[in-house]
């Protein structure tokens, strides 16, 4: 088992890999992204984890980035160099950005699908149990 150092980190990328990203591609995206980051020697400061859902199914696939709090939207292979130059020059991949943070919540990019609540969900949820 694998115990990355990580104190020269400066990103810290999640990738969905949860069955509807899956669907659509979401381990090329991941192994886009992680080759990309080896060709530009950027290992010690970009560090990525694969995830399972991370509930934005309708974006997929799904990449979040952090500490800068960015999540990106239907992410694809070719999308990767892009995306890496970004977070190298800390500059954020804005044509693909869903959400950001800012401090107090996320704010939703133009075109991006709000979705449901989750108190809502859970109530739906709860009541098909019954």
């Known amino acids: 088992m694998a115990t990355w150092n990580l104190d020269k980190t400066k990103h810290h990328v999640l990738i969905c890999n949860g ?4 669907r659509v591609g979401a381990e090329e995206v991941t192994q886009a992204i ?3 980051i080896a060709n530009q020697e950027l290992d010690p400061y970009i560090h990525t984890t694969r995830t399972l859902c991370n509930g934005r ?7 979040i ?3 800068d709090g960015l999540w990106y939207k239907d ?5 990767a160099p892009e995306f890496v130059n970004s977070l190298k020059t800390n500059q954020p991949f804005f044509k693909k950005i869903s959400h950001t943070f ?4 996320f704010q939703r990019t ?3 699908v709000k979705g449901i609540s989750k108190q809502k969900e859970t109530v739906i949820k709860a009541s098909k149990k019954l």
């Not at 069955?19 to 899956?22: A, F, I, L, M």
């Open 102 to 105: 800012y401090g107090e919540g």
């Open 65 to 67: 980035s952090y500490p």
């Open 75 to 79: 992410m694809k292979p070719h999308d």
């Open 34 to 36: 992680r080759s990309e």
């Open 19 to 22: 069955s509807s990203c899956n």
């Open 57 to 63: 199914c309708h974006d997929k696939c799904v990449v």
């Open 110 to 112: 133009d075109g991006t």
